[in-house]
């Protein structure tokens, strides 16, 4: 008797349905749409994207250089690093009203290392005193911003946002907080 009951209570948790799960389920779907939002604005800012990256490939040498020769010319990167993560930013799935990261639509690691950069300021003749403790940070925003541009060029040729994420795709999701 007790496996019939066994049985039927079974039978009667399959037809109610799993708030859990659909909640789940929900989720997932939203975040895969945000995947497309993403992956149609980069496609729409294509040009641009490309144009920054472009700028990022013919500072780097020289900046890197200045860098080791300790000079002042390394601060400039900062104009290259505010003006990519303006992009970033633009492309932020996240800009509608009701959005839980329309406030802060960014990764908050990847925004503390351009805002630290980026408030190193002006080169100031001090610096030099402590040019790790003043470069290290314009530089490491250089190449997180590079790499990121990097990875929408590569990845904004898809025709569709992928669902097996590749490493740099999955990047970029957590850039934009939606992996």
């Known amino acids: ?63 890197v250089y200045r ?42 690691d990847f925004s503390q290392i351009v805002n630290e950069a980026l408030a190193v300021g002006e080169f100031k003749m001090e610096y030099n005193r402590a040019w790790l403790k003043m470069t290290r940070p314009i530089l490491e925003a250089f190449f997180h911003c590079k790499y990121f541009l990097e990875q929408m060029v590569k990845y904004g040729e898809l025709e569709k946002a992928p669902n097996m994420l590749p490493s740099g795709w999955a990047a970029l999701l957590e850039l934009y907080r939606i992996r």
């Open 1 to 63: 008797m007790s496996n019939d009951k066994d049985v039927k209570d079974v039978k009667d948790s399959e037809k109610k349905p799993n708030k859990g799960l659909e909640k789940m389920k929900l989720k997932r779907k939203k975040r895969y749409e945000k995947h497309d939002v993403l992956l149609e604005k980069m496609k729409e800012n294509m040009e641009g994207i490309k144009a920054i990256l472009k700028t990022f490939h013919s500072v780097e040498e020289d900046r």
């Open 67 to 108: 860098f080791y020769h300790s000079s002042f010319k390394v601060y400039w990167l900062q104009d290259v690093i505010k003006e990519s993560n303006e992009l970033f930013l633009k492309l932020s799935p996240h800009l509608e009203k009701g959005d839980p990261h329309r406030w802060e639509p960014l990764s908050p």
